[in-house]
């Protein structure tokens, strides 16, 4: 049971280049998130799922999009990279329980660095 | 969506006892209040959630009054290894966004 994995750890690229970043999850979760972190700040929601097929805007959702084509991955792409996204990207899933234990589960992080 | 309100940051010394209180005045009926630590370079992990009355386990403590428009996560004796973000968040079953705020940053010295 590997939790939440995200594929690449690192990678850098060139202002204009696309990339994509994968969130796998091995939980059977319903929900899954992309969240961006800047170095000192706090986490900010970029989009998110809740079930395959479906995709939502989160609070800076702007030059990202996602799918969700199964349900135990939640893709990332990056159609032109910008300086500005150069973060740390986290990847959360979480099932959905009537009875509370919302708890959502977290990849170790992507960091992206865009020249 | 209820948002929530934490200190930016807290100091304190190994050995003594941290409250970080969180604020969230429109906390809805079915929403829970989960905690999460976040150390340099790694994703939030979960501490501890509530929804009423005082939670705890081997880590924390989590005390909601009646009114849940706040709730307080009492680390017991801190260490060094307790300098962290900790991050306040409310949802429950009808919560599709999750939104963090801005978390607390919690120095402890030795």
């Known amino acids: 049971n590997a939790g939440v994995t995200q594929t690449p750890k690192f990678r850098v690229l060139k202002t204009g280049q696309s990339m994509t970043l994968l969130c796998a999850q091995d939980m059977n979760h319903e929900y899954m998130y992309w969240y961006r972190q800047d170095p000192g700040m706090g986490l900010r929601l970029i989009h998110y799922s809740v079930g395959e097929g479906t995709t939502a805007k989160g609070e800076v959702p702007d030059g990202y999009n996602v799918s969700r084509l199964k349900k135990q991955n939640f893709l990332l792409g990056l159609e032109s990279a910008a300086p500005s996204q150069t973060s740390v990207y986290f990847c959360a899933s979480r099932t959905v329980r009537l009875a509370g234990d919302e708890t959502q589960y977290f990849g170790p992080g992507t960091r992206l660095l865009v020249l | 969506l209820a948002k929530t309100t934490q200190p930016i940051s807290m100091d304190s010394y190994e050995g003594q006892e941290v409250n970080i209180t969180c604020s969230h005045n429109?906390?809805?009926?079915?929403?829970?209040i989960t905690w999460y630590q976040q150390f340099p370079s790694q994703g939030p992990r979960f501490i501890i959630q509530?929804?009423?009355t005082k939670v705890t386990n081997e880590v924390a403590s989590l005390f909601i009054p009646a009114d849940r428009k706040s709730s307080t996560l009492s680390l017991p004796r801190v260490s060094l290894s307790d300098t962290a973000v900790y991050y306040c968040?409310?949802?429950?079953?009808?919560?599709?966004?999750?939104?963090f705020g801005t978390g607390t940053r919690l120095q402890v010295f030795p």
């Open positions: 509530g929804y009423k």
């Open positions: 968040l409310v949802g429950g079953p009808y919560t599709d966004k999750l939104i």
């Open positions: 429109n906390i809805a009926t079915n929403d829970y």
